[in-house]
């Protein structure tokens, strides 16, 4: 199975009330148990891959070189589209030429006239090749690669002008954040979702910060729009998690347990597991 762009499985989830999963990879581990775990659960997935995470994994034709031939020794056979997560301008432009199936560029942080200029550009780029374009109006909190949100709202006019250029999705900003959510967060505003959906139609929404938002949320998000939901964060506490317990049990110390297949192994089981609750979650089980 080739890679796809996100289009055909976005407007399919928006149309059935359900989300499709970015899982960030990070590695190898990473990249393979998103892979697997979306076969088993019949589930059409995004794979997320960061700028920083980008540079971290040797360049973009590196993880498109892996992410095929994954594609074709796993005998993947689900949708699986290959996704810039908040890109640059110039990082957009270098996914496309090294085969990315679909990208987003995060022009939240330009002025409006700049982040329509800009998007625009990107939207006849990908038309001409068959790429799905996400852009984002109204930054998500956090930080995501050095750049830092304070989980704005996003202006729904804003979002209807992006929207119109012809873009396949738009992230905005409703009070999500990246990372852990502190315990005072306010939650996400579903005023804000609703009027936004109201003023882009079929747009499928996309949900940034999907680690740590209560499932009730994550269901009225989805009701009202939603398509998209990112995670990176929760995979990266599970495989943490279960990789300490691994060494903090010795056992890469017993045997060859010091063995990097032996001791991410745990890590990437946890991966699993987390990538099978959150497509139960969204919704996406056996709609490949």
């Keep these: ?39 088993e659960m019949n589930s059409p997935v995004i794979l997320g891959v960061s700028e920083g995470a980008g540079k971290y994994m040797c360049g973009y034709k590196t993880i498109v070189g892996m992410v095929n031939g994954m594609l ?17 301008f110039e ?41 799905s374009l996400e852009a984002e109006v109204g930054s998500i909190g956090g930080e995501e690669d050095g750049v830092v949100g304070a989980g704005e709202c996003a202006d729904p006019g804003e979002c209807k002008t992006i929207a119109e250029l012809g873009v396949t999705m738009l992230a905005a900003g409703i009070g999500n954040i990246h990372g852990k959510y502190p315990e005072n967060w306010a939650g ?16 499928p929404l996309v949900l940034h910060g999907g680690t740590g938002i209560p499932e009730d949320m994550i269901k009225k998000a989805i009701s009202l729009g939603v398509a ?5 964060t929760e995979c990266q506490l599970s495989f943490a998690a279960a990789t300490r317990e691994y060494v903090e049990a010795g056992k890469d110390q017993q045997g060859k347990g010091f063995d990097p297949r032996k001791l991410l192994a745990p890590g990437f089981e946890a991966i699993k597991a987390t990538v099978k609750e959150k497509m139960e979650l969204f919704g996406s089980v056996n709609k490949a």
């Design 1 to 39: 199975m080739a890679l796809v762009s996100a289009k055909e499985m976005l407007t399919k989830a928006k149309a059935g009330k359900y989300a499709v999963g970015q899982f960030n990879i990070n590695n190898m581990e990473w990249t393979k148990a998103v892979l697997l775990t979306a076969q």
């Design 72 to 88: 074709e020794e796993l005998n993947i056979t689900v949708p699986v589209a290959l996704h810039l997560d908040h890109g640059s």
């Design 91 to 131: 990082g957009a432009k270098a996914c496309i030429n090294a085969g990315f199936s679909s990208v987003m560029f995060d022009g939240s942080h330009y002025p409006i006239e700049e982040n329509i200029e800009k998007t625009k550009i990107l939207v006849n780029a990908c038309d001409v090749l068959g790429l």
């Design 188 to 203: 996400l505003s579903f005023d804000t979702l609703d009027a936004i959906q109201k003023l882009t139609g079929d747009m």
């Design 228 to 232: 998209k939901i990112n995670v990176n």
